[in-house]
DNA sequence: TACAAACGTCTCTTGTAAGAGACAATCGCT
DNA sequence: AGCGATTGTCTCTTACAAGAGACGTTTGTA
C-alpha cells in the first residue's frame, strides 16, 4: 500500500528497505494471508511480505503460540489459526447490526435468489462482510473481505452520503478512478451520484465493475444520517425494469428494519 | 499505588519490570478484550494489560488504523474490529472440520433441546469453540472461546487421549486438578479416566465443573486417532439412565459424521 | 549419489521502538 | 468556580528486537 515511513529525516539518505516493527509484520502477514486465503510455506510468507526470513520465521512463531496462526496439515505452512476466529465471534456478538444484516442478507438471497452482500466501510475502502451466493448458475461475486475502490461500486456511493466534497476526495485515489475495463470516472460525476444516491435512498449502477452485472444497492443507518452499511443485491445486467423495481423495493424493507434510526 | 495484589496480568509467562515487546503488547490486548467481551477505554485497557499508557495509545493507534480493533461508539473506547471478523470468516472458509461441526452442534441442540458444544484444543487448553444454547430455562453455558482446565471437563478427557502420562503431565498445572468447588483431583485418577475415555469412545463426567450439570462428549477424529475436537451435550445432572443412553448414541452417530477417519 | 534449493535455528550488531514523564485540555465532582 | 482525575499528544533515552547472514539439515531432481 503507499504508506510509507516518513522520509523525513535529514542526513544521509535513507535506502529503501529499513528495519520494520514487529507488529507491522504481524499485520502485513495477516493481509497477506487474507489475500492468499489458503495456507502458505514460511519462506513464501516471507518473500510475499517482503520481510527477512529469520525474521517471519521469529514472528511466526509467536503468533502460532498465541494460537493466531495454526500451522497446516501438512508441518511447514501456515494459515489463521482458532484465536482470530474465537476474537471474530466476539466481534460479531458485539454488533447487532452485523449480526442482524447476516441474517437479512442470508434471507434475502434466498428468498430472490439472486447474490446478496453486505457491505461496510473498512480503514476507508468498500469491503463486503457477508455475502450470500444466490441460486443462478454462473454468478462468482467477489470474495468476502475483498477491498474494492468506493468509485467502482453501487454501495461506495450510499457509504460516502453526507461526506463533502473534500472528505471523498481524500477517500479516493487516482487509481480508484479507473474502472477495471480501463475507463475512466470523472471525480465530479462520482460526487454527483453520491449526492443523488443520498438524495434518493439507493443507488443502481450497471456493468461498472464487469459488463454482465447490476448491483442494485441501499444504505443501512446506524444514527440518522449516518450510514453503517449498505446491502446490495447482484443482478444479471438484462434484468427488467420491473424486477428490479421490485428488488429494490424488498431491499429497501429489508435495510430499514436494521436501520437504528434514518 | 494501585497494585499491591494480583499482577494479573496474564498469559505472557512475563517477569514484571522489563521492556515488552510490541507484539506481546498486541496478543495481551486482545487476550484481554476477548476476556472482558466488551469495549473498554484505552487508560483501562492499559491497567488491565499491564502497560505504560503512552504505549498502549500507539499500539492501539496502530490496531485501529489496521482494522483489528475498533473505536466503540461514544468515542473513546476500543473493542475488536472488522479485520478480526474477516479473518475469523477466513479461519472457518479453511475449516471444514470446523465448519461443519458448527452445523451439527446446533442441528443438536435443536433436535435434543440440550446445549450442545463444539470443542477443541487450544494452545493446550481446553476450548468451547461453539456451543448452542438448548431450550431449558436457566442453562447458562460457559462463553464461547473460555478457556477451561482440562480436567475439569468430559472432552479434556477425550481431547487428551492418545497421550503419553508425561505429555499429559506438562499439559495440566497443578491449579488445574483442583476444582471450581475446592475438590482436588488425583493426576493418577485423571490420566486413567484418559484411559477409560479411549478405550469406550466417550466419557460422561457429573458434577465436575457445577453441581447441577452432566457432561456428554465424545470425540471427533482428524485421522485415524486423532482427536481433533469433541462435541458435548450438557444436560441436567439428573437425567436418566435411559435418555443420556439415547443422548449419547446420537452424539456418537454425529460425531462419526464429521470424524475424516477413526 | 551428487547438487541445488529450501528449511529451520543461531549469533551478533545496530537502528529504533518501548517506555517514562511532562503537558494542555477535558471531565466530573462538590 | 475550584480541584483532582483522566484523556490524548509529544519528546527524549536506551534497552532490545529486527535483520544479515552463516550453519547444518532436509528436501527433490537429474
New binding site residues.
Given amino acids: 500500500m503507499q504508506d510509507g515511513?516518513a522520509p523525513a529525516?535529514s542526513v544521509g539518505q535513507?535506502t529503501g528497505?529499513?528495519?520494520?516493527?514487529?507488529?507491522?509484520?504481524v499485520l502485513e502477514i495477516l493481509e497477506f494471508l487474507h489475500t492468499t486465503q489458503r495456507a502458505i510455506?514460511?519462506?513464501?510468507l516471507?518473500k510475499g511480505v517482503n520481510?527477512?526470513?529469520?525474521?517471519?520465521?521469529?514472528?511466526v512463531?509467536?503468533l502460532v503460540e498465541a494460537g493466531l496462526l495454526e500451522?497446516a496439515g501438512d508441518?511447514?505452512?501456515v494459515y489463521f489459526g482458532k484465536k482470530l476466529y474465537l476474537y471474530g465471534m466476539d466481534y460479531v456478538r458485539g454488533n447487532d447490526l452485523l449480526r442482524r444484516g447476516r441474517q437479512e442478507v442470508d434471507h434475502l438471497s434466498r428468498e430472490t435468489g439472486e447474490t446478496s452482500e453486505l457491505c461496510m466501510l473498512q480503514s476507508g475502502r468498500y469491503t463486503i462482510v457477508h455475502s450470500s451466493p444466490g441460486t443462478r448458475p454462473f454468478r462468482i461475486s467477489s470474495a468476502t473481505g475483498l477491498q474494492i475502490p468506493l468509485p467502482w461500486t453501487a454501495s461506495g456511493r450510499l457509504l460516502l452520503a453526507g461526506m463533502d466534497r473534500a472528505d471523498i476526495e481524500a477517500m479516493v485515489s487516482e487509481d480508484d478512478l479507473t474502472l477495471p475495463d480501463g475507463r475512466r470516472l470523472l471525480l465530479d460525476d462520482f460526487v454527483t451520484d453520491i449526492a443523488t444516491a443520498r438524495a434518493t435512498g439507493y443507488c443502481v449502477t450497471s456493468g461498472l465493475v464487469d459488463a454482465y452485472t447490476k448491483c442494485l444497492a441501499v444504505p443501512v443507518f446506524s444514527a440518522p444520517g449516518k450510514v453503517e452499511a449498505t446491502m446490495c443485491l447482484v443482478v444479471p445486467i438484462d434484468t427488467s425494469e420491473e424486477r428490479t423495481g421490485n428488488l429494490l423495493g424488498l431491499l429497501r424493507d429489508r435495510a430499514a428494519r436494521l436501520s437504528i434510526g434514518g
Same sequence: chains 1, 2.
Fill in positions: 515511513n529525516v535513507k528497505g529499513s528495519r520494520e516493527k514487529g507488529l507491522n509484520r510455506g514460511i519462506g513464501d516471507a520481510a527477512p526470513r529469520s525474521t517471519t520465521y521469529t514472528v512463531r509467536s500451522m508441518g511447514n505452512r
